[in-house]
């Protein structure tokens, strides 16, 4: 089963702008991490959100954590057409050894 | 790069047969996840091998199993193919002990069943 559910399915946006995709769950958490995937490729770690983490940067990565709300969100910054992959969500639940994906936000950056 | 490589990329096999899937963990690296994607979703986790006992399982049926070998590289087996198990089977390996989870993928092995 899912855990994670990413808002949207489907992202287009030009060059240069920003892209957020958003990523809610179910269940108590240990941390919250994003990975994407090149068309039919292995997924790629992105970064990682503790449960008593906020917020966190990477480059043009930022990620943010709601856990009252059980929500997440990913910002990619200045966009380019290299960005152009599928971004999932995982989380590792509470005590658990699984991480749980959702089922991704495509996104294509047009030049 | 992640260090963590799968064999065969590419398979074609017919309803009511079997298939051994191989993958190589990162050097380092004790636990090897098994996750299957079906085109458009998210990775579904199949189950988690350490020290090369099972240490937990997704909600797939007995016909999937897995070893994990002492080199820590593993298998995924899966008998008496469904037209439904056509997939991205992907191998994630990571170093259990660690708070973080982070997992480190192979390209993957894309099963199709015909």
């Known amino acids: 089963s899912q855990q994670g559910e990413e808002d949207p399915q489907a992202l287009s946006i030009q060059e240069g702008e920003n892209a957020t995709m958003n990523c809610s769950y179910k269940?108590?958490?240990?941390?919250l991490q994003w990975y994407r995937q090149n068309s039919g490729r292995g997924l790629v770690h992105l970064i990682l959100?503790?449960?008593?983490?906020r917020e966190k940067h990477s480059g043009r990565l930022r990620v943010t954590l709601d856990t009252s709300k059980k929500s997440s969100s990913l910002l990619i910054t200045a966009s380019r057409a290299a960005d152009t992959a599928s971004y999932f969500c995982?989380?590792?639940?509470?005590?658990?050894?699984?991480?749980?994906f959702g089922k991704g936000t495509k996104l294509s950056v047009i030049p | 790069e992640t260090g963590v490589t799968q064999s065969p990329t590419h398979l074609i096999k017919t309803r009511g047969q079997q298939v051994t899937l191989r993958c190589s963990s990162q050097?380092?690296?004790?636990?090897v996840s098994w996750y299957q994607q079906a085109l458009g979703q998210g990775p579904q986790f199949i189950f988690q091998?350490?020290?090369?006992?099972?240490?937990g399982r997704g909600n797939f049926p007995p016909r999937f199993s897995g070893l994990q070998f002492p080199n820590y590289s593993s298998e995924l087996n899966v008998n008496a193919l469904e037209l439904d198990d056509s997939a991205l089977y992907l191998c994630?390996?990571?170093?259990?002990?660690?708070?973080?989870?982070?997992?480190?993928f192979g390209e993957g092995s894309r099963l199709t069943v015909l």
């Open positions: 994630a390996s990571s170093l259990k002990g660690t708070t973080a989870g982070e997992l480190f």
């Open positions: 269940t108590s958490i240990n941390n």
């Open positions: 959100i503790r449960s008593n983490e």
């Open positions: 995982a989380t590792l639940g509470a005590g658990s050894y699984q991480l749980t």
């Open positions: 050097s380092g690296h004790n636990t």
């Open positions: 091998y350490y020290r090369e006992e099972e240490n």
